[in-house]
């Protein structure tokens, strides 16, 4: 597979098409972080879409040493935040049943899933933005510290701490509606 | 990377959740290909206002009369800068790893003449990071394009002081510190440069006239 560096080259060399193949490797994965991230769909596809324009526009000054998944990453934390502060609305965490491409085991028991989805949104939008970022970024997209570090701006001591908290507070908020 | 999952199972099942894939409108990609292709094509990478240390070494050649002075003046900075390198009072010593610095200092200035006609004042301008657990550290700033390389700075092995000592015109100059190739962290005693989203975390200057 050509990396995407090099795609990033012949993009840069004028040939605007080869940026599709970035947009294939990147914008379904990136749509699912950002619903989590900004609360809602049509925001998130939004948030999406002007990271990559943006990152269009600021091609030349990608360094092929960082990742172009996680510089892009940058870029779209930057944004959401930007959505957040705005203060829009925080719904629809999790995708509609019919947009979310569910395992088969899960659609024995849609209602009971729907529910619990729910619960599970709720509880995420409990934590404060920063926690739901760390957490999200390690645990769901799987980036390690100091990769969240390059991609926020925050210290490692303060990322662990956060992710710490987010962990101990969604357990609590989760155990809680369990037991009701 | 990690795979680990944190504790029981409602949390467990939380993460699974959400790693699930989502279906995205392919229209959503058409839209979006089609405004690229409307839009500017995007800005050449920025040129390197500090070149390496051979092409330096040459400037600083130049600068002696070994060769006909035909430099530029980004070329004539850097020389200026390692021809020029001064030493600083020693910070004390630490034993975190964790990343600290002392801001960075400006500490002399030179003078170079820029094409045979147009006379800059530089400023000889430290930086310095105190990193004992790191393996490499490297300065980037809008004075080298932010190449992230290019501007190796040197380990003092008794504190694990990291130090590079650059001459600078004087205005106002964004940098950060590139820890192992892969952090970008500001400047600890710096002063945070404003937030950008295209931009890694990074500290500004100002390099008085």
Known sequence: ?180 | MSDRLPGPDPLAMLITELREPVAVDPASKCRLMDLIREAPAPAAPPVRLVPNRSRALAAIRRMRGDAPRTASASTLATAAGIALVMLVGMQDRVDTGAPRSRRAVVIGDSVASVASAIRDTLRIVQFMLTAPAASRVALAGDFNGWDPREIEMARDSRDGRWAVTLALAPGRHSYAYVVDDTQWVRDPAGMAAEPNDLAPPRSVITVPR
């Open chain 1, 1 to 180: 597979m050509e990396s995407d560096a090099a795609v990033v080259k012949r993009v840069l060399n004028g040939e605007v098409e080869a940026f599709s193949i970035l947009v294939e490797r990147y914008f379904d994965h990136y749509v699912r972080f950002a619903i989590h991230l900004v609360g809602n769909r049509e925001d998130a596809e939004e948030v999406v879409q002007d990271t990559f324009l943006r990152a269009y526009r600021a091609l030349g000054r990608y360094e092929e040493r960082e990742r172009f998944g996680a510089w892009l990453l940058r870029i779209l934390v930057n944004r959401a935040r930007t959505v957040s502060a705005i203060g829009r609305r925080r719904e629809k965490m999790f995708p509609d049943q019919a947009d979310a491409v569910l395992p088969e085991t899960a659609l024995a028991h849609p209602e009971e899933r729907a529910a619990l989805r729910e619960e599970m949104a709720r509880a995420l939008d409990q934590l404060g933005r920063d926690q739901r970022e760390a957490f999200l970024l390690h645990y769901v997209e799987g980036l390690s510290y100091e990769e969240i570090a390059a991609v926020t701006g925050s210290g490692i001591s303060a990322l662990k701490m956060r992710v710490k908290r987010s962990c101990e507070r969604l357990r609590e908020i989760l155990q809680g509606v369990n037991r009701v």
